[in-house]
């Protein structure tokens, strides 16, 4: 299973960044997905996630600015980033809880992170 995440780069404070990350390989069923990131120095917090049911829930910092998305049928999550901070600089991973067959327990998979740069 790989969890291939894009989208990231630099912007001014204020701008917009979509972030897209897709599942491949053996799997079942994808559970949760969302994601998570890491500033520097920092350790990694969650940013925001969704259900398969599509309830989703997100960190204070971001309510009312990000939106996540899911479209299953393509087993992709997707984060769209709006009034972005310099604030929200940090390096972005995609998460995901994947079941690969009806033996094992789910687990959670990650994405390569992808970096998001915020001038001011």
């Known amino acids: 299973v790989q969890l291939q995440a894009s989208g990231g780069g630099l912007v001014q404070a204020g701008g917009s960044l979509r972030l897209s990350c897709t599942a491949s390989?053996?799997?079942?069923?994808?559970?949760?997905m969302g994601w998570y990131r890491q500033a520097p120095g920092k350790q990694r917090e969650l940013v925001a996630d969704?259900?398969?049911?599509?309830?989703?829930s997100y960190a204070d910092s971001v309510k009312g600015r990000f939106t996540i998305s899911r479209d299953n049928t393509k087993k992709a999550v997707y984060l769209q980033m709006n009034n972005l901070k310099p604030e929200d600089t940090a390096v972005y991973y995609c998460?995901?809880?994947?079941?690969?067959?009806?033996?094992?327990?789910?687990?959670?998979?990650w994405g390569q992170g992808t970096q998001v740069t915020v001038s001011s």
């Open positions: 998460n995901a809880r994947i079941r690969i067959n009806i033996v094992d327990f789910p687990r959670d998979y």
């Open positions: 390989g053996s799997i079942l069923s994808i559970y949760s």
């Open positions: 969704i259900a398969y049911s599509g309830s989703t």
